[in-house]
């Protein structure tokens, strides 16, 4: 079954840069999509894509079945859930993704 | 409206009830997605439509589960008998095309309890 792995808490001091690792079996998924999600708030797209790349705070890097998303200086403000996801095969192209990892900042 | 709309935002039923949740996408998106995520696991694929083409139902978890879509509008799931490991947040999505790199544009979800 295709799957998408991902730790299930990561907690970093405020100001750090945090690290949340992700990797997958899809077999043909060359991209990562990584989102972030407030409980009771709809997922929010950060970055995504086949290459490494940057948006504003966030960084993602890339391989052919891993990736990190790296967000910079990171605040309290930024505890919430963040989604892996990979397109998976077939007609439908749905993404699979992660089971999340919560994100927790301490001051 | 800018955004994906789903309603209610919350559901309580008792089981063996059936229910209906409601998504209305973004306006033009030929593409819609319904997911569904129980307490501490990830997002559940469950079915998904693209424009006139038959719905891919892969991600439906039983026969009590069913979705529709009129066009490229509104879109309704339907859980027929509930169960009490029904109760989940029903997420909708839709993106413009449908395509793998398409962004997908959720909405708040509906919360769903069954006792």
């Known amino acids: 079954k295709d799957q998408v792995f991902q730790p299930s808490t990561v907690a970093s001091s405020e100001g750090a840069v945090v690290e949340i690792f992700c990797n997958h079996s899809?077999?043909?998924?060359?991209?990562f999509f990584w989102y972030l999600h407030f409980p009771g708030c709809a997922p929010r797209l950060l970055v995504k894509g086949s290459k490494p790349s940057q948006q504003g705070r966030y960084n993602m890097t890339y391989e052919r079945f891993s990736s990190s998303l790296l967000i910079l200086q990171v605040r309290e403000a930024d505890a919430a859930v963040y989604y892996c996801?990979?397109?998976?095969?077939?007609?439908?192209?749905?993404?699979?993704f992660g089971s999340g990892t919560q994100l927790t900042v301490l001051p | 409206g800018a955004g994906v709309s789903q309603s209610p935002s919350n559901k309580v039923t008792e089981k063996g009830k059936d229910v209906e949740l409601r998504c209305d996408p973004i306006?033009?998106?030929?593409?819609l997605y319904w997911y569904r995520q129980r307490l501490g696991q990830g997002l559940e694929f469950l079915i998904y439509f693209q424009g006139n083409s038959a719905p891919d139902k892969s991600g439906l978890p039983s026969d009590r589960f069913s979705a529709e879509r009129t066009g490229e509008s509104v879109s309704t799931l339907t859980i027929q008998r509930t169960q009490q490991e029904d109760s989940a947040v029903y997420l909708c999505?839709?993106?413009?095309?449908?395509?793998?790199?398409?962004?997908?544009?959720f909405g708040s979800g509906t919360q769903l309890s069954v006792l």
């Open positions: 999505a839709s993106s413009l095309g449908g395509t793998t790199n398409e962004k997908l544009f």
């Open positions: 306006s033009g998106h030929t593409a």
């Open positions: 899809v077999s043909n998924a060359y991209n």
């Open positions: 996801a990979v397109p998976g095969c077939g007609s439908a192209r749905q993404l699979t």
